[in-house]
């Protein structure tokens, strides 16, 4: 996987917004997830129309940090969903 991969949400995650943190829940395992604001916010931008990088420039703009580090953290992310079956590529 690498910046230019554009994802979706996966068909067997399902989630809910719990003050301002996701809760992904795997629907065949049941087990769930938690994602911080960050990861939230990357998780609901997932529509499979913009590439990671693209996630990656608008958060950093948002936070005002370095771009090169929200590519590897989103990077890191996405790929322990993957792993998991929460995403999909588009």
């Given at each position: 996987?690498?910046?230019?991969?554009?994802?979706?949400?996966?068909?067997?995650?399902?989630?809910?917004?719990?003050?301002?943190?996701?809760?992904?829940?795997?629907?065949?395992?049941g087990t769930y997830?938690?994602?911080?604001?960050?990861?939230?916010?990357?998780?609901?931008?997932l529509d499979g129309?913009?590439?990671?990088?693209?996630?990656?420039?608008?958060?950093?703009?948002?936070?005002?940090?370095?771009?090169a580090m929200v590519?590897?953290?989103?990077?890191?992310?996405?790929?322990?969903?993957?792993?998991?079956?929460?995403?999909?590529?588009?």
């Amino acid at each position: 996987m690498d910046e230019t991969v554009r994802l979706k949400r996966g068909a067997k995650a399902t989630f809910q917004v719990v003050a301002e943190e996701a809760i992904l829940i795997h629907m065949d395992t049941g087990t769930y997830y938690s994602l911080n604001r960050v990861g939230t916010e990357f998780w609901e931008r997932l529509d499979g129309a913009q590439t990671l990088r693209q996630h990656a420039a608008a958060l950093a703009e948002k936070y005002n940090v370095d771009q090169a580090m929200v590519v590897g953290d989103l990077l890191e992310l996405a790929e322990k969903l993957a792993a998991e079956d929460l995403v999909e590529r588009a």
